[in-house]
Each structure stands twice: as structure tokens, then as C-alpha cells.
């Protein structure tokens, strides 16, 4: 197996981008992505693509034809699929252009990831999102996805005696690294008293404690490592891609506060990458609800089951502390167009280790992590990467 | 100097408060007054509707200042909720006035109506064609039950009588901004309109308010300080701060003409009646900016100058739109429902 690294990455502003379509998205990010490569389309080999749900949410399948074509490859015939792994199909279209590169069947890999979400009312996309739930035994019987967010939080909380205090601070953490991208959604800092006082979406998960509904599109440029310098003086190494399945629902499961998805992807990306937890300078974790980070956190290594709130508490997880957590401002304020966000927080990643990331730069970062999920924490998806 | 020779307002007396509404449909009682800043809406009576609301208006007008019927040469009617898809609210002033040989007609631009009936009347009295005109905001407006708009929808109208003679605000300019941007529509035989959530907020209120509000100030060389007062569409009690402040506006500038906060989102009748308020406390060489709003979309921005002729005038001749907002009966909401006409009295 070849090693992979990076070569460009872009992204588009997340947000409610009115004026501009699933198609201007995709485009806009990988160009900028190319650019930073310094290649051209022509170079492309093959397009992955990482999208949830454009047939629902805009009316459009058939992504990764539509993105080749307006990229202006129609005509070269490359091979462009879309991947979908609901909230993580970033990171899966990622780990799949990441197996196309190691394998040596090809060499230059466009990897994007695409949502256009606020074209829906809220109770629309909500419903959408819940088909990464399972259909029949949960979303049927009523639970949405912040619903089933909620028990976990319950749980968590019942057995760990976290408060919702304890809990707010991962938004607040969100925020004030938020307010530093250019990039977010949402670029304003927020306190612990504006999460508690936010409306409650689904007991203990307030509006504060959830990640909106943006637009946006993410995308990197992927080579084998060997060749990687031709192209840029910074290329970023791929040292782990790994990918992981739970039951698809929660109540299969033998626990609510830890996800064995994330364990496993972890364990293997670990080992992959010939790493430890004590290794990584900068993680960007999926904090689509505070409590999946929470749970992330632990099982991932960086804390004691039980205890990832307490790094919050000790203020370890600001960008220029001990853990640099979601310096990007993670799902929360960075945002959650569903299908990119995966490939967005491994361009954060990127952009810190090649000391490009403005206010927020997180200091002699060497090493990160980036773990994406879909669903309920069911599927879980972890890339190291590192400076080469 | 073409301009407002006399106004009046009407404001049905029946209120209901944003959190009785919010009691019923599960909501935090507070939300709707924190994040819309809309503490009570009014409701029409069970005999009330646009066309009643726009003759007390006008009647209110009358009385301030009488202008004979047979020098009205047109009136307009800017409404979303006519009583009647055909057959004209416009037709029904023109009896109610006497106004036999007026030119008469409804219009309809979602919450702009009223502003686009002052423009038409400003229009041809410039032009010579009339020597008075009647334009008139009015609307009961309709929000689904358990809907966001079921916080806001209101009634309320305003009546404007506009000529050259005896003019207490001069129309100094008037310009207006339109694209086609889905936000909000009511489809024909639909009850209740639909709206497309935060799209009504940038790319439509926003973008059209400080689109027009921009370029009528380009065209007369002014700026946000040189006005007195500021009346802005009010949806809720909050978007007429925002665009003010982005337009370089104060609080204090806007006070006055917002009456969102305790009378909610009265449509057609919003600005006028707004621009009304503040014609009840204006002193002459008063500056005054208004801008409307209309989904679909659209603003009808103006700039008026007060004249000294405020000072002959009678505004004590007619209820000021203040006094009339703070007279208020508090309803429930199966009052409301009644009033509205959700729940049907079935007689046997």
C-alpha cells in the first residue's frame, strides 16, 4: 500500500448561502482546492464526493456526474462517485479516495464533500437528517435525531453526574474558536448563560447544544506521498484512514455512552498510524450534538470515560491549551453542512499543520486527528494526518 | 409640493398577548416576546375586516380634514386580505366617500400594498391628472394556527388623502426596489400563506429595505442623521432595529413609528400606519424616512419633509395611533379563534 498525503485543500464559507446552488458550492471549493495545488482540472484522475441527501434536500442525485461536469470534466471521462455515509459521508468519500491512492490505481484523487441544506423548512431537513437513524425503529416511532442525542445525553449524565453547565461548555468552546474562522458559520463568541438560556430542542440538549443546518463544500487534492513535493512544499501525510460500523440503532446497543464505533476506527487508525492519543497536537471532533464529542473525546483516548468534560472545566481544550479541540469551531460554529463536513475538518487540520490557520493557529502543531460519524455515532471514521 | 394633506389610523381594540398564544401550542411563554420582541398582537372584531378597518381609517382622516367627495379623483386600496378575491374594496371607499367619479382599485404586494397606493396617488396628483387621491393600507392578515406568523399576523390600516393644497408633509422623492424572491405567497383558494423561515429575513427583508432606503437617500444626498424619524415594514419589533442600525440609524430615530412590539405585523397597513404614529408627534422641518416591505419582493421607499402647515392642522380631530394602541381588550385564544372565524358557530 502507498502512502497518501495531501497536496490542496479549499473550502467554501459555511452558512446560508442563499444565492448559491449545491453545483456553485461543490465548484467553488474545488477549485479553490486545485488552485492549491497548483494542478488543473485536466490532472484529475478521479472525483470522490462525500453527500447525505441532495436528492432530498435540493432535488438533485446523480452528484458526483454533476460535479465532474461542472468542474469541466465532462469530456475526460474520469470516474466522479458520491459517497454517502449520512453526517459522515465527508469522511467516507475521504477514506475512499485515500484506498484509490494507496492502491496504486490512481495517482491524482479530487476528494470533496457538498450540502445545500437551508433551501428546506426546519421540520423538512430535521426529518431528512433522521434517515440516518434507522427508519422503521426509531424515526417511526417517533424519535427525531436530536431525540436520540438526548438519551444519550441522559444517560451520559445519569451515570457520570454531568451537569448541563458542564455540558454548555463545549458551545462556548465552539464559539470563541469560531469567532476566529473566517470560514464559520457562526463567528461570534457565546457564554455558558447563553447555551442555558437557548430554547430546549430535546431534554438536556438545548438549541446551544446542537449543531445548525448550513451549506457549504469542502475538498482536497490527494497524491501518492512519494511524488507529493513536486506539488507543494507543505503536503500533509494521510497516516491513518480508518472506518467503523455500530448497530444502526441505539437501542441495540449494549450502551448509550460510549460508542463502539469510535473505539474501533480508533484503535485501527492508532495503529495505522503507529500512534498514541498522547501524540496528537489537534483534534477535530464531530460535535453535531455536545454530547457526541463528549463521548468522542473518551473514547478516542484523550480522556477517562466519564471525564471529557472535565478537560473543558480545566480548560484544556482551547486552541492555545493541552488538547487543542475544534479549533476550526467544530460543527457547532464552523458548521454542519452535512456531506462536507467530514472533508471540512480534515482542511482545518491541513491548514493548522501547515501553520496557515490566521488567529486560531494552534502553536507547533505536528499532528492531528479529525473523527467523523453518521448517525447516532454508528458509523465513525478517523484520519491522522501528519507534516511530512 | 405634492404631499399628505390629511391621514387617519384605525386599530381594532382587541389584543392578544404572544404568550397566551404561546400557552396553547406548547411554546415557552416567553419565546416570542425575546426572540420577535412581539409582546401582544391585535385582533379585528367578529364584524371587522380589511374594508371596515380601511373606512375607519379614512374616516378618521376625514375628520382631521374635510375634503369634499367630488374633488377625490382616485383611490387606492393596499391590501393581502380584501374581503372579496373580486369585487373591489376600492369601490366600497368610493361609495362610503361619495367619490363617484374617482379612479378606483385594489392592490395587492404582500406587506408593500399601502405604500404602492401612496405612490400611485403621489403619482397623479404630480402629474396634474387629480387634484386629491386616497390611498389607503389595510389588512387582517392571516397566520396559520401554530405557525410562526400565528405570533405576528394583526389588523390595523391607515388612510392617507394626498394633494397639492394644504400639504403637512411634502412627498420630497419616492423610489422603489423589486425583484422576484419567493419569501412569503398565498396561493389562490389557500387559506393560509406560506413563508420560507430565515429566507424572509437576508435576502428579503433586508436586502429590499436597505436596497431602497440606499438608493432614495443617493438620489436626494442625504444621510441616516439628517432625518428625524425612521419608520420601517415592522414584521416583529426586532428587524426594523436591525436595519436601522445597519443603515446608520438610532433607536430613537425609529421609536416612535414602531408599533410591532404591541400591535404585531399589521401588513399592508405596517408603514403607513407607522409613518401615521409619527405624524401624530411631527414638528415642521421634521425629516422623515419610510420604507415598506412587500414579500415577492419589494420596498417603496419616501422621503418627507413636515411642513408648517402641521401647525393649522387638527390632529386632536381623530384618535393619534399611540392612544390607540394603548387601548386594548385582552382576548383569549378561543376568543381569538372566534373572532378570526376558525371555530364556526353551527346553527342548528
Not at chain 1, 458559520?185 to 448563560?193: A, G, L, P, S, V
Not at chain 1, 482536497?220 to 497516516?239: E, Q
Not at chain 2, 389562490?188 to 420560507?196: I, N
Not at chain 2, 413636515?306 to 394602541?325: G, S
Request: net charge negative.
Amino acid at each position: 500500500m502507498r502512502e497518501v498525503a495531501i497536496i490542496g485543500a479549499g473550502e467554501t464559507k459555511y452558512g446560508e448561502h442563499w444565492e448559491k446552488s449545491l453545483r456553485d458550492l461543490a465548484v467553488e471549493a474545488g477549485l479553490e482546492a486545485l488552485e492549491d495545488a497548483g494542478i488543473c482540472a485536466e490532472d484529475i484522475q478521479a472525483i470522490f464526493g462525500g453527500n447525505m441527501s441532495a436528492g432530498s434536500f435540493v432535488g438533485q442525485d446523480h452528484v458526483g456526474a454533476l460535479i465532474a461536469d461542472f468542474a469541466g470534466l465532462a469530456e475526460h471521462g474520469i470516474p466522479a462517485m458520491r459517497i454517502e455515509s449520512a453526517c459522515a459521508s465527508g469522511a467516507a468519500a475521504l477514506h475512499a479516495g485515500f484506498m484509490a491512492v494507496a492502491s496504486g490505481m490512481y495517482d491524482i484523487v479530487l476528494v470533496g464533500g457538498v450540502e445545500k441544506m437551508t433551501d428546506l423548512p426546519g421540520d423538512m431537513v430535521t426529518d431528512i437528517l433522521a434517515g440516518a437513524a434507522d427508519r422503521e425503529w426509531e424515526v417511526f416511532l417517533g424519535a427525531t435525531f436530536p431525540a436520540l442525542g438526548a438519551m444519550m445525553a441522559r444517560r451520559y449524565m445519569y451515570e457520570f453526574g454531568m451537569t448541563e453547565e458542564q455540558m454548555a461548555l463545549f458551545p462556548v468552546i465552539a464559539h470563541k474558536h469560531g469567532a476566529m474562522n473566517p470560514d464559520a458559520h457562526f463567528q461570534r463568541e457565546i457564554t455558558i448563560e447563553t447555551v442555558l438560556n437557548s430554547p430546549i430542542v430535546a431534554e438536556p440538549l438545548r438549541l446551544m447544544n446542537c449543531s445548525p443546518v448550513s451549506d457549504g463544500a469542502a475538498a482536497l487534492v490527494l497524491a501518492p506521498a512519494d511524488i507529493a513535493k513536486k506539488y507543494t512544499d507543505s503536503p500533509i501525510k494521510i497516516s491513518a484512514s480508518t472506518y467503523a460500523n455500530d448497530y444502526i440503532s441505539l437501542h441495540s446497543r449494549e450502551s448509550l455512552v460510549k460508542s463502539l464505533s469510535t473505539i474501533e476506527a480508533g484503535k485501527k487508525a492508532y495503529k495505522m498510524a503507529k500512534k498514541e492519543p498522547k501524540d496528537i497536537d489537534i483534534i477535530e471532533i464531530h460535535d453535531a450534538f455536545s454530547i457526541i464529542a463528549i463521548e468522542a473525546i473518551e473514547d478516542l483516548g484523550f480522556a477517562k470515560k466519564g471525564e471529557a468534560w472535565k478537560l473543558a472545566e480545566e480548560g484544556q481544550l482551547y486552541y492555545d491549551s493541552d488538547l487543542p479541540y475544534n479549533p476550526s469551531g467544530g460543527l457547532k460554529a464552523k458548521g454542519h453542512p452535512v456531506g462536507a463536513t467530514g472533508v471540512g475538518q480534515v482542511v482545518e487540520i491541513v491548514m493548522q499543520l501547515r501553520n496557515e490557520a490566521g488567529k486560531r493557529q494552534v502553536p507547533d502543531a505536528k499532528v492531528g486527528l479529525a473523527h467523523n460519524v453518521g448517525g447516532t455515532m454508528t458509523s465513525s471514521i478517523v484520519h491522522i494526518l501528519e507534516v511530512m | 409640493m405634492v404631499g399628505i394633506v390629511t391621514y387617519g389610523s384605525y386599530i381594532p381594540i382587541y389584543r392578544i398577548k404572544t404568550a397566551e398564544i404561546a400557552r396553547i401550542w406548547g411554546d415557552d411563554p416567553q419565546h416570542p416576546e425575546k426572540s420577535l420582541g412581539i409582546m401582544s398582537k391585535s385582533v379585528p372584531g367578529y364584524d371587522e375586516d380589511a374594508a371596515t378597518i380601511a373606512v375607519e381609517a379614512l374616516r378618521n382622516a376625514l375628520k382631521r380634514k374635510n375634503i369634499p367627495s367630488e374633488k377625490i379623483g382616485a383611490i387606492f386600496v393596499g391590501s393581502e386580505s380584501h374581503p372579496y378575491a373580486v369585487k373591489p374594496t376600492a369601490s366600497l371607499i368610493a361609495e362610503v366617500m361619495g367619490a363617484y367619479k374617482a379612479h378606483a382599485a385594489d392592490l395587492e404586494f404582500a406587506c408593500k400594498a399601502g405604500t404602492a397606493a401612496m405612490q400611485n396617488v403621489y403619482a397623479m396628483v404630480k402629474a396634474g391628472m387629480i387634484e386629491y387621491g386616497v390611498a389607503i393600507g389595510t389588512d387582517t392578515s392571516q397566520g396559520q394556527p401554530g405557525d410562526a406568523l400565528d405570533y405576528s399576523a394583526s389588523a390595523g390600516g391607515t388612510a392617507f388623502i394626498i394633494g397639492k393644497e394644504d400639504v403637512i408633509a411634502e412627498i420630497n422623492h419616492t423610489v422603489s426596489y423589486v425583484t422576484d424572491t419567493p419569501d412569503f405567497w398565498r396561493r389562490e383558494g389557500q387559506r393560509y400563506p406560506s413563508h420560507g423561515g430565515r429566507f424572509t429575513g437576508e435576502p428579503a427583508y433586508f436586502k429590499h429595505i436597505i436596497t431602497a432606503a440606499k438608493m432614495l437617500m443617493d438620489a436626494v444626498g442625504t444621510e441616516a442623521k439628517d432625518y428625524d424619524y425612521a419608520v420601517f415594514h415592522q414584521p416583529n419589533g426586532k428587524f426594523p432595529f436591525r436595519v436601522g442600525k445597519r443603515l446608520g440609524f438610532t433607536k430613537e430615530q425609529i421609536k416612535q413609528g414602531l408599533l410591532a412590539p404591541y400591535i404585531g405585523n399589521t401588513y399592508s397597513g405596517a408603514t403607513p400606519t407607522g409613518l401615521s404614529a409619527v405624524l401624530d408627534v411631527a414638528k415642521p422641518g421634521d425629516r422623515i424616512l419610510a420604507v415598506s416591505f412587500g414579500s415577492g419582493a419589494g420596498s417603496d421607499a419616501f422621503d418627507i419633509l413636515v411642513t408648517d402647515e402641521i401647525e393649522n392642522f387638527n390632529r386632536d380631530a381623530a384618535p393619534k395611533v399611540w392612544d390607540q394602541v394603548n387601548r386594548a381588550k385582552y382576548i383569549d385564544y378561543a376568543q381569538y379563534l372566534k373572532f378570526r372565524r376558525m371555530i364556526v358557530e353551527v346553527i342548528p
